[in-house]
């Protein structure tokens, strides 16, 4: 039995699906949780940096308390789309340990 396989030149090869692209996606992702923190009265005034890899948001920075912390992470789940949320937001005056 032979199974026809398309060759990628005959538009029936299709490597991603359609749709955004996952740099087009990621980058909407980043705008709109970076709005949003903006927007919030508890992480508008923090110093929080968004990246965003594979729909999987990235903050990095610092913030004023745990509670901050928190309520950034919440913040970035709750954008449609985000599959992860990495949050290594510090705290200020925290410190790394240097061993």
């Known amino acids: 039995m032979l199974i026809p396989w398309p060759y990628p030149d005959e538009g029936g090869f299709r ?3 359609p749709g955004l692209a996952p740099d087009d996606e990621d980058t909407r992702l980043t705008a709109l949780v ?3 923190l ?15 890899q594979n729909r999987v948001v990235i ?5 004023a308390g745990p509670d ?3 309520v950034a992470g919440e913040i970035a789940w709750d954008v449609r789309g985000v599959v992860d949320v990495c949050n290594a937001l510090r705290l200020v005056g925290s410190r790394r340990s240097r061993h």
């Open 38 to 52: 903006s927007s919030d009265w508890s992480t508008r005034r923090q110093q929080i940096v968004v990246t965003v």
């Open 15 to 17: 490597p991603e699906p």
């Open 34 to 36: 970076a709005q949003r």
């Open 59 to 63: 903050l990095a920075g610092i913030v």
């Open 68 to 70: 901050t912390r928190q």
